[in-house]
């Protein structure tokens, strides 16, 4: 009896310091509520290595609404990984090796992770940011499958998605899940579990990418990065080509759910791993990645290695749309580049930027260009599924195309070219003696003035606030404007003239200088998503065929094997079937 009473006491006692271990974790100096964003995109792609080795990648989209975002930590299943290879970048930046460690947890509460350190160029309140990081070669992290009823041995994984504490994200999440697996199967050999609280389909996508590995992807725009979705599958054992990373299912501990509940202890240990990170969390990305990943994202160049050839001289007679092919701009500025384009040759109007609605002219200017044909077909298509197979087909062409133009020619040599037709575009605006002049010059020079990387700046230096006369063509971009009076160009954007312009008395709408300038870059982001929904996703599709650089140890090419993910905290462990184990993370700055 007296034995139950202290016993109890100490229980008592062990919570009571508990307690004040967590209260003392928790930061005093930073206010959770100071954090506020939403995550418009998330690709999030898992692969399983045929050596059963995991890799995962993060690449979405961030819209911060509170302060700055100056660490992202990223939880991953174990530490089973090498520092050297992660990687990330952040608007397209590569982050420096030395600004990535592993999770300090008593600061994160991150068990297992990376932390990518941006105190030098916080994302600032009211901006966008784009994030990338992957880890590939994470070992043991794959579990046998006991309960079968396959006549052969089988191994299982479960995976849920990144989320973020419902304090800190807002709005729906355009949400992709991509799982891919090893080679070597048929058909009928894998298996997918159904998704736990997804709000979509339950029923994937399915396919053999390129390199015969099996594909399943689920896809909603009514999803969000709060929620604890749960993804898996499993395969045969006997298409891996080592046994290493396989774990017995009894043998995983981490999760609080692998307690009976019998041990005090392990009860406390859940809570330092579980309750703790909930409540230390700020702005954090906890990736809670179950047992089995492994994907490779597109870190790369959608340009087919073939245009890095060494070659001579310079490839002139490009038109804007291949210039900005060739320089690898985003695809929400290409596509919005051929819908720049139709529209001053009066080709179509658009009705509705986002999604994406087109009237297209009958006839149709004559000599249009294939990727011009190609989008007009693409957009004609009335189920989203074809459409987005036509448009994927269109611009891989038009990469292709680009291509076999520069076979011969010096990659740097021409980008130096191009790029400088760009700055001379800009003079010649910035030279124009009134605004109306400036405006002619800028409606001739248009598909070369937007390929400028900063476009929205140097409509804001040149107009300032005064008036800008928009292209006469401008009101087929929306309902905004309407038809004028003034004639609709048909001249092909092959590159800007010096031929002087005269003013004329032309009845030309205008627009305040910064407002013309965010009409242009919202135009871009509008008619980029309006088309194919996730650019992200879009861009994998097409450098899958484009550049499908292989992955280590037979996986899928890039395009199927890239992935954007937020964060999120957890620790139970829901598995889809009896050979599943779970390892997570959680926790946060």
Known sequence: MFKKKSFLGIKILVLFLAMILWIQMTPVNVSAEDYRFSIPENFVIYAIDSDGKASVSYEFTIENQGRGVDYIDIALPNNQFDLTNVTASIDGNPVPSRYISRTDYQETGIPYGITIDNTRNPIPKGKRADIYVEAMQIGKTLYYVEDNSKEEDYISFNFQPNYFSPDFTRGNTDLTVRLVLPTGMTENDPVYFPPQNWDGASEP?????????????????????????????????????????????????SSPSSSGGNNFFDTILSIAVCVVPISIVFLSFFAIIKKAKNMKGLAGSYLPPAIKAEGQGIKRGLTAVEAAVLLEEKMDKIISMIIFSLSKKGAIAVTSQNPLVIKV??????????????????????????????????????????????????????????????????????????????????????????????????????????????????????????????????????????????????STPTLPGSEFARSITDSVRNFGVGTVGSIKGFTNQVTGKTNPISAPSGSSSRSSWSGRGGGGHSCACACACAGCACAGGGGGR
């Open 205 to 253: 996508e399915t396919w053999f990418n390129d390199n015969g590995n099996v594909v399943y992807e689920w896809h909603s725009t009514q999803a969000n990065s709060r929620s604890e979705y749960i993804f898996g599958a499993m395969f045969p054992k006997r298409i891996l080509t080592s046994q290493d990373q396989i774990s017995d299912p009894k043998s995983y501990s």
């Open 361 to 506: 002219e009958n006839p149709l200017p004559e000599k249009l260009y294939e990727y011009e044909s190609g989008f007009i077909e693409a957009m004609n298509e009335s189920e989203d599924k074809n459409k987005k197979a036509k448009m994927t087909k269109t611009i891989t062409d038009l990469i292709l195309s680009v291509t076999e133009k520069m076979k011969g020619y010096s990659l740097d040599e021409t980008k130096a070219y191009y790029r400088s037709i760009i700055e001379k575009a800009w003079q010649q605006v910035q030279d124009a003696d009134s605004p109306e002049l400036k405006g002619e010059k800028l409606d001739e020079i248009f598909g070369w003035a937007i390929l400028d990387e900063n476009v929205e700046g140097k409509t804001k230096d040149i107009f300032g606030d005064g008036p800008v006369y928009v292209p006469t063509w401008w009101w087929r971009m929306g309902p905004v404007y309407h038809p004028t009076t003034g004639p609709v160009s048909s001249a092909p954007a092959s590159g800007p003239t010096n031929v002087p312009s005269t003013s004329t008395s032309r």
